[in-house]
Structure formats: structure tokens, C-alpha cells
């Protein structure tokens, strides 16, 4: 079980936390005040900053839905990447979004306007095939989402929650 | 002894709202409720509204007190009650990251310059039920009095907030 009130915090040391909870999903906002140091990734031979001072975390969970998307945003109000992330359930326990991940991702670079698949060998060794054969079909729902055009949160006006 | 995390408290029959937790100050934690659509008002006895649509919570837990303050807001931004819990910790709970205190029985409310202390029965029965100790039961007694003080004379810190900079 993940909270999303808990994810992405190592080396932060100052934030806020937005929660917006509508009828059909909610979604969670962490702005980075104060960061140790930034968080960096080597993403198609380039070094990509996702989390630093003045960043946003933006968490959307559907309730509906068997999958939650991560979008990183830099300090200019630009996304930086989104990660869609299979899971088995979404919930709300004691008013705080939860998730049981299911470790397969789909994630879009937008630096390199590139998509690929995350986890996918991992996912192979630490779940049983029931669940495994569940996030694939999960992501590749996304997948198919996003190539029509039709992934709610991909074509959201993310700004409106920034706030 | 009831452990309340701030992300769940004084929700009933709100279907629709906006929580704000912001975790960047060395004295204490402050979030923001803003209720969005609530299925009923919240209204006291006297009369007084609390909750209701566009209205505001805000709570505020200091970390080296024994207290926890919520303060009402209505639509106009104006302060309709303070109510203070005597806590035995106020922490940030491990697995969630969300702001809790222990509830200590013991409230006192601030309405329109009147105060008064709730639920000093109930943190009677605590003791005599081996619910908190002797040592727990004075230190809400001390906190008490103590905090009664401070809202007496008007310098009780976390009233003196310039909470309406959190209203968004």
C-alpha cells in the first residue's frame, strides 16, 4: 500500500501539500520548498532534473481506474515527465489517497517526447502471473488512451491545480 | 486515547473539498480545509454556522505543545470559532506523512470572546478507567490552565497567526 501523501519525499525538507478531491478522482500536488540536493535521472543519454526547488509532484488517482499517474513539473510550470503506474486498487483510508502498486509503468519523457515501459522484468519476479498479466493490461489500456487522445489526465489542464 | 489525523477530521457530509498541509515551518503544521460541497451545514446549538459550502478550517499543531487549534472561517474569511484539543503529542504520522495528535480529552472553545472547557468528564473517566495515566491526567490539566491563560491575556501565539494569508 502507498500513500500518495508519502511518495517522492527523500532530501525534501520544506513543502506543501495540496490535496483536491473531486467526485470521480483526486488529485495530490507537492510543491518543493526546500530540497537537500536536486533529484537527477539519466533519461536517453541526458541528465533530466525532476525534483528540485520550486518543483511540483502531481499525483492523480482515479477511483474508477486501475492505475495512477505521476507528473513531474518543473519550477516554470512545465512537465517534465509523466509516469502511469499500474494498480491493483485505488482508495481513500482515513481521508488519504492510497494505491497498491503493481510496479509496471508507462512513462512519457518530454524532453525526448519519447514513451517507454518501466519495471516490466522486475514486475516478471515480484508479482504472480495474475497480477502481473493485470498491470500489463492495465498499462497497455493506457497506452492505447493516450495514442487516441482520450487519457483523462493527459489532456488535463494540470496548471489549475499548481496553486 | 484517539489518535486524530488531521486529513480526516471534521469531514462529515462534505462530499467535495480542498486540503492544504504545508510542512515549512520549525514550529508547527498548519493545514487548510476548504469545503467545497458539503450535503449539510454544520450548525451549533446557538446557531452559529461552521461548515458549509466555501467555508474554512484551518488547524494548526504546534510541535513542542499540547495542543491542537482549529479555527473557522466563513465564506468572508472571518473567524467564527477557535477550539482548542489538549493533545499528548502532536507528531507527523511515519507511513503517511500526515500531521496527527493524540486527543486528550480535554477542549476548550473561543466563540464570540466567551470560553469555555468541554469534556472535562470524559478525561475524568479516562484516568478512572486506566485509559491515561495520573502523569497524562496532569499534564492536560497544566496544559489547560495554561493555554486558558494565554487566550485570557491575548497572547496565545498561534492566535496571532495571520491565518487568513492561508486562505486561498
Known amino acids: ?163 | 486515547m484517539r489518535k486524530k489525523l488531521i486529513s480526516k477530521t471534521y469531514l462529515r457530509d462534505v462530499s467535495k473539498y480542498k486540503l492544504d498541509i504545508y510542512y515549512d515551518n520549525d514550529e508547527y503544521y498548519l493545514s487548510v480545509k476548504k469545503i467545497l460541497k458539503t450535503m449539510s451545514p454544520f450548525i451549533l446549538e446557538n446557531g452559529l454556522c461552521l461548515i458549509n459550502n466555501n467555508y474554512y478550517i484551518v488547524e494548526v499543531l504546534p510541535k513542542f505543545e499540547n495542543y491542537a487549534m482549529r479555527v473557522y472561517f466563513n465564506e468572508k474569511k472571518e473567524r467564527l470559532e477557535y477550539y482548542f484539543d489538549i493533545s499528548l503529542k502532536n507528531g507527523l504520522d511515519e507511513e503517511s506523512k500526515i500531521p496527527y495528535y493524540d486527543d486528550l480529552y480535554t477542549d476548550i472553545t473561543v466563540n464570540n470572546g466567551n470560553i469555555e472547557v468541554l469534556d472535562e468528564d470524559e478525561l475524568k473517566e479516562a484516568l478512572d478507567y486506566g485509559n491515561i495515566s495520573k502523569e497524562e491526567y496532569d499534564l492536560a490539566n497544566v496544559t489547560k490552565e495554561k493555554l486558558l491563560k494565554s487566550i485570557k491575556e491575548n497572547n496565545n501565539k498561534y492566535m496571532n497567526l495571520n491565518l487568513e494569508s492561508y486562505l486561498k
Open chain 1, 1 to 163: 500500500m502507498k500513500f500518495l501523501t508519502s511518495t517522492y519525499l527523500k532530501d525534501i525538507e520544506k513543502y506543501k501539500l495540496s490535496i483536491f478531491f473531486e467526485e470521480r478522482y483526486c488529485i495530490t500536488v507537492k510543491k518543493i520548498i526546500k530540497i537537500k540536493k536536486p533529484f537527477i535521472l539519466r533519461e536517453e543519454n541526458m541528465d533530466i532534473t525532476i525534483i528540485d526547488n520550486g518543483y511540483y509532484i502531481l499525483e492523480f488517482m482515479p477511483f474508477d481506474e486501475k492505475y495512477i499517474c505521476r507528473i513531474h513539473i518543473d519550477k516554470n510550470k512545465k512537465i517534465i515527465e509523466r509516469f502511469y503506474i499500474a494498480s491493483k486498487k485505488n482508495s481513500i483510508i482515513d481521508g488519504i489517497p492510497v494505491f497498491e502498486d503493481l510496479k509496471i509503468s508507462y512513462v512519457n519523457v518530454l524532453l525526448s517526447n519519447s514513451f517507454k515501459f518501466y519495471n516490466i522484468e522486475y514486475a516478471k519476479k515480484v508479482l504472480n502471473a495474475e497480477d502481473y498479466l493485470f498491470a500489463m493490461n492495465q498499462i497497455n489500456k493506457v497506452k492505447k488512451e493516450i495514442e487516441n487522445k482520450s487519457n483523462y489526465i493527459y489532456n488535463l489542464n494540470y496548471k489549475k491545480y499548481l496553486i
